[in-house]
């Protein structure tokens, strides 16, 4: 590894963790020597890299500090750019051209020598899937799930059956070949998840459900996990 990229490398290591690293730790997830690490970390802090800490007690790295955009490495461009191409392939129109968009930035951004990371990945998610066309305009419903704002759902179960549903959205979920929008329904007072190929048609709210996102969220997510759509 190259002394620039593992410069780069020791700050995301300490920017992934709260509690001070030791240089044995920092050494043993870079596969280097405890030496190299000690010298690695002062010349950061000589650069001015608000680490703080000492051999022996380990060290930190302070909040607010930022690196300059598109600081990458190949394996973080190769997970990007994967999942790019699965998002492109699954995702909405909105998304897959946003997705399209974000792969051509990089390219453009990056350093030449990493330029093929993007450009000729080594991995490749499946371009298109045979999916149930959406009866949701899932870009408006992403939006009501961020504002934390209901949405009224016409709907038909498995069986045909129509019903209508007051709903607080929380999170859009990918299967093989359908989406699904896990919401608290008011009719069930319950969780719920609705097919977006059976929606017929839906009416976006500016009313905020009465929870904060971030409780309802960890509540469903305690519940249950994605699974066969529980639409009853």
């Known amino acids: ?16 963790t709260r509690k001070p690293l030791t240089a ?22 000589g650069q001015r890299v608000p680490i703080r800490g000492e051999a022996g007690m380990g060290y930190i790295l302070e909040k607010g500090f930022d690196l ?15 999942g790019a191409q699965w998002v492109a392939g699954h ?10 968009d974000l792969m051509a930035k990089i390219a453009d951004t990056v350093p030449e020598r990493l330029r093929p990371f993007v450009l000729e990945p080594a991995s490749r998610a499946r371009p298109s899937w045979n999916r149930e066309p959406d009866r949701l305009d899932m870009a ?10 209901k949405i009224m759902l016409r709907y038909r179960d498995e069986q045909g059956r129509p019903s209508e549903r007051m709903i607080w959205p929380i999170s859009v979920g990918y299967l093989e070949a359908v989406r699904l929008l896990a919401a608290w329904c008011e009719l069930r007072s319950d969780f ?29 997510r305690q519940s249950l ?5 529980k639409d009853t």
């Open 1 to 16: 590894m190259r002394r620039a990229d593992r410069l780069f490398q020791i700050i995301q290591v300490l920017r992934r």
């Open 24 to 45: 044995d730790a920092i050494a043993a997830e870079l596969e280097t020597s405890k030496r190299t690490i000690y010298r690695d970390i002062a010349t950061l802090m």
């Open 68 to 82: 300059p955009p598109l600081m990458l490495t190949p394996d973080e461009i190769e997970a990007a750019v994967l």
């Open 91 to 100: 995702a909405d129109s909105t998304l897959a051209r946003a997705a399209e």
């Open 140 to 149: 408006r419903t992403r939006s009501q799930i961020h504002e934390g704002k």
């Open 192 to 220: 719920r998840s609705f097919r977006t190929d059976r929606v017929v048609d839906a009416t976006y709210l500016d009313d905020k459900y009465p929870e904060r996102r971030d409780v309802l969220r960890a509540r469903w």
């Open 225 to 229: 996990v994605w699974g066969p759509p």
